[in-house]
């Protein structure tokens, strides 16, 4: 989204999740460097710190946005058209390429009973719609009161309904009794999904945060006395989920409360820094990679997936297209380590050169 008065530092921040999101996702082996993998269970690594942020930055936006919707008069229009259109393109993206082939290599229409309902994409819209609508009727004061009561009742539902185990919490629980297994993500083992509706409670206050962020940047301008508010909020959100992980632990799964204060506090540092380097310091000369990512940031994400489902669905004898690129250009030279990493550069970087080819041809895909 193109957008009046906004600050380049906002901007840069979701190019940079953008493109460290394409590179967790492009991982063609799991042997590479923990910090781009995720946290088995309770626990946290760098990736863990991706999708939250992404929330985070939705929520920046929206500190542009909501106003002018509101003001016009189309804020149901916009908010609901905003979230059906993301919210189906996230279900497509799971269906894609829409058949299956079976052992004796018939192709077959893969059913809507076995497509995965929630996820990435669909976590996104849900939060972004309930983060609106909440902002719309309690203001910011009110959201952040929400934000509060939020995070306390999810660790009693959880409490309540579950244990915080993989196979017993109530996330599944209530996914299970709604959906059923067939429509779960089952890359843990066992049908769960880490975007499950239960943990999207949590998940809409990171984009409560990221609002009030944008709110506070815009009313307070880029300056010294702003950053070291940021920083000292972040320190303190950082400091309470250490706390709170003694008794709630920290697990990306479940987007327990305590991720949230942690993601969110560790946000807030980032746009901290990002703003004195870019805002305050003016030093813009290498912004401009993270730029792309940020122009189309939807489009540059759903290319990326499309092209990791795509590479996985055409075989290569015995293996996906995608793994043999990775076991025969990567891997012999680089290693293991190194050429999963290096090959999912790759991938980030391809992405990147469409979006520079859309950013100079002045192509902007907006929702």
Same mark, same amino acid.
């Given at each position: 989204?193109?957008?009046?008065?906004?600050?380049?530092?906002?901007?840069?921040?979701?190019?940079?999740?953008?493109?460290?999101?394409?590179?967790?996702?492009?991982?063609?082996?799991?042997?590479?460097?923990?910090?781009?993998?995720?946290?088995?269970?309770?626990?946290?690594?760098?990736?863990?710190?991706?999708?939250?942020?992404?929330?985070?930055?939705?929520?920046?936006?929206?500190?542009?946005?909501?106003?002018?919707?509101?003001?016009?008069?189309?804020?149901?229009?916009?908010?609901?058209?905003?979230?059906?259109?993301?919210?189906?393109?996230?279900?497509?993206?799971?269906?894609?390429?829409?058949?299956?082939?079976?052992?004796?290599?018939?192709?077959?229409?893969?059913?809507?009973?076995?497509?995965?309902?929630?996820?990435?994409?669909? *976590?996104?819209?849900?939060?972004?719609? =309930?983060?609106?609508?909440?902002?719309?009727?309690?203001?910011?004061?009110?959201?952040?009161?929400?934000?509060?009561?939020?995070?306390?009742?999810?660790?009693?539902?959880?409490?309540?309904?579950?244990?915080?185990?993989?196979?017993?919490?109530?996330?599944?629980?209530?996914?299970?009794?709604?959906?059923?297994?067939?429509?779960?993500?089952?890359?843990?083992?066992?049908?769960?999904?880490?975007?499950?509706?239960?943990?999207?409670?949590?998940?809409?206050?990171?984009?409560?945060?990221?609002?009030?962020?944008?709110?506070?940047?815009?009313?307070?301008?880029?300056?010294?006395?702003?950053?070291?508010?940021?920083?000292?909020?972040?320190?303190?959100?950082?400091?309470?989920?250490?706390?709170?992980?003694?008794?709630?632990?920290?697990?990306?799964?479940?987007?327990?409360?305590?991720?949230?204060?942690?993601?969110?506090?560790?946000?807030?540092?980032?746009?901290?820094?990002?703003?004195?380097?870019?805002?305050?310091?003016?030093?813009?000369?290498?912004?401009?990679? =993270?730029?792309?990512?940020? *122009?189309?940031?939807?489009?540059?994400?759903?290319?990326?997936?499309?092209?990791?489902?795509?590479?996985?669905?055409?075989?290569?004898?015995?293996?996906?297209?995608?793994?043999?690129?990775?076991?025969?250009?990567? *891997?012999?030279?680089?290693?293991?380590?190194?050429?999963?990493?290096?090959?999912?550069?790759?991938?980030?970087?391809?992405?990147?050169?469409?979006?520079?080819?859309?950013?100079?041809?002045?192509?902007?895909?907006?929702?």
């Amino acid at each position: 989204m193109e957008l009046k008065n906004r600050f380049l530092s906002l901007d840069v921040f979701r190019g940079m999740d953008v493109a460290l999101m394409i590179v967790v996702n492009s991982l063609p082996s799991s042997t590479t460097y923990s910090p781009l993998l995720h946290a088995e269970w309770d626990g946290f690594t760098l990736t863990d710190l991706v999708f939250p942020t992404f929330l985070f930055v939705v929520g920046n936006s929206m500190s542009f946005t909501q106003a002018r919707y509101e003001a016009s008069g189309d804020f149901w229009k916009k908010a609901l058209k905003r979230t059906l259109i993301i919210f189906l393109l996230g279900y497509l993206m799971y269906w894609f390429p829409f058949v299956r082939q079976n052992e004796a290599g018939e192709v077959y229409w893969m059913p809507f009973s076995d497509t995965r309902v929630f996820g990435v994409l669909q *976590r996104i819209a849900l939060c972004y719609f =309930f983060a609106s609508v909440i902002l719309h009727f309690l203001k910011l004061n009110g959201a952040l009161w929400f934000s509060v009561i939020a995070l306390i009742a999810y660790r009693f539902l959880l409490s309540a309904f579950g244990d915080l185990t993989l196979p017993g919490n109530a996330v599944l629980k209530l996914d299970l009794w709604l959906l059923g297994s067939s429509h779960l993500y089952t890359g843990d083992g066992i049908p769960f999904d880490p975007e499950g509706l239960l943990s999207t409670l949590p998940a809409i206050v990171n984009v409560i945060a990221g609002y009030a962020t944008g709110m506070y940047l815009q009313r307070n301008g880029p300056n010294y006395e702003t950053i070291a508010k940021l920083l000292m909020a972040g320190a303190v959100l950082v400091v309470a989920a250490l706390w709170w992980d003694l008794l709630f632990p920290i697990n990306k799964k479940l987007w327990t409360s305590p991720y949230v204060l942690l993601t969110v506090g560790i946000d807030l540092a980032v746009i901290s820094v990002l703003v004195f380097i870019i805002d305050i310091a003016q030093r813009k000369r290498w912004t401009y990679f =993270f730029e792309v990512f940020g *122009r189309n940031t939807l489009f540059i994400y759903l290319l990326s997936e499309l092209f990791i489902i795509s590479f996985y669905a055409i075989p290569v004898g015995d293996q996906s297209l995608f793994s043999w690129i990775y076991e025969t250009l990567y *891997r012999p030279w680089a290693g293991e380590y190194n050429g999963s990493a290096f090959c999912a550069l790759s991938l980030m970087l391809i992405c990147w050169s469409v979006g520079y080819w859309m950013d100079k041809k002045k192509i902007y895909v907006k929702v």
